[in-house]
């Protein structure tokens, strides 16, 4: 179990430098040319964690494809908008902007599949608002599109997470991640052509970092739900908070302020709470039904 820990630990980690390899990259490449990119190099640590048991065509015939391309279409804008709210906002506020898909989650999961919020979950969910509100302080500090992409790409990661809990009985892994991986490319590839420049000799290191290090986060969060419960490895995602603390600063010259850091304390500490309150969504593709659901890594494979 707690080398399942550990590798949540390490997918978060790699999840968050592939996010500042799109946000050191957009000063002068496409939102869409970042994600194009970057999902199609993570197409291939995915490729070489197939199992023995999957084939390649059960990325195009899935066994509920209406639902699973509506899958496809929430992680492929959650993608294109945490890009966008990466690259044109501190990594810090960003993280804390998304970081409420928990409460879209527990919204989706009391008027979508009827099931029961506690009381106490509702109010870690609001102590992390107010985390987010501490952080980004509207009023006092003007709110851009940035701000509006990464509350999109919230919703969209907490649309997937509903998402998988209907998929993940039925669907294999590879459908799943390779359907959003491969969605993503073709979706990318399609807007970024009015645009498109060829990167230069100094981007391509930049994109295969980040490219790989997201597909190596995919594949050590596979392997870390194999060998931890989900409940035991979500808590990890809030490493986050600290990686972007790090990652702003070192590569950005971003600081966040006292007040800043106090907000995103809050959201981590709330976030956590809301783990062990009300029923949470299943975030593993693939996952078997149980009676305790997760929702954490299912941000990460909107992203993906």
């Known amino acids: 179990m707690q080398t399942g820990i550990l590798l949540a630990f390490l997918a978060y980690l790699a999840y968050s430098c592939s996010d500042a390899a799109g946000k050191l990259l957009g000063s002068h490449m496409s939102v869409f040319e970042i994600g194009f990119f970057v999902s199609l190099i993570a197409l291939v640590p995915a490729i070489l964690s197939k199992r023995g048991d999957e084939t390649w065509a059960q990325i195009v015939r899935p066994r509920r494809p209406g639902l699973v391309a509506l899958r496809v279409a929430t992680g492929t804008s959650g993608g294109i908008t945490a890009v966008y709210a990466f690259t044109h906002l501190p990594m810090a506020e960003a993280y804390a902007l998304i970081f409420l898909l928990p409460v879209f989650v527990a919204v989706l999961s009391a008027t979508v599949l009827r099931e029961v919020v506690t009381a106490s979950r509702w109010l870690a969910l609001l102590g992390g608002l107010a985390g987010v509100l501490l952080v980004v302080r509207p009023g006092f500090n003007a709110l851009t599109l940035g701000h509006l992409s990464a509350l999109v790409c919230a919703f969209c990661g907490a649309s997937s997470a509903i998402l998988l809990r209907q998929l993940g009985p039925t669907e294999r892994r590879l459908t799943l991640v390779g359907a959003v991986l491969t969605g993503a490319v073709v979706v990318n590839g399609v807007l970024m052509v009015p645009t498109f420049t060829m990167p230069s000799l ?6 295969l970092f980040g490219g790989l290090c997201a597909g190596i986060g995919n594949i050590a969060m596979v392997v870390a739900a194999r060998l931890a419960p989900a409940s035991r ?11 972007a603390a790090v990652l702003g600063a070192v590569l950005f010259g971003e600081f966040p302020d006292p007040l800043a850091v106090a907000g995103m304390a809050l959201v981590g500490f709330c976030g956590m709470a809301t783990l062990t309150g009300g029923t949470p969504v299943s975030a593993v593709p693939g996952a078997k039904p149980a009676p305790r659901r997760n929702w954490s890594s299912a941000f990460r494979s909107a992203k993906a």
């Open 202 to 207: 100094a981007d391509w290191p930049i994109l």
């Open 233 to 243: 490895i979500a808590p990890a995602q809030y490493s986050q908070i600290v990686w």
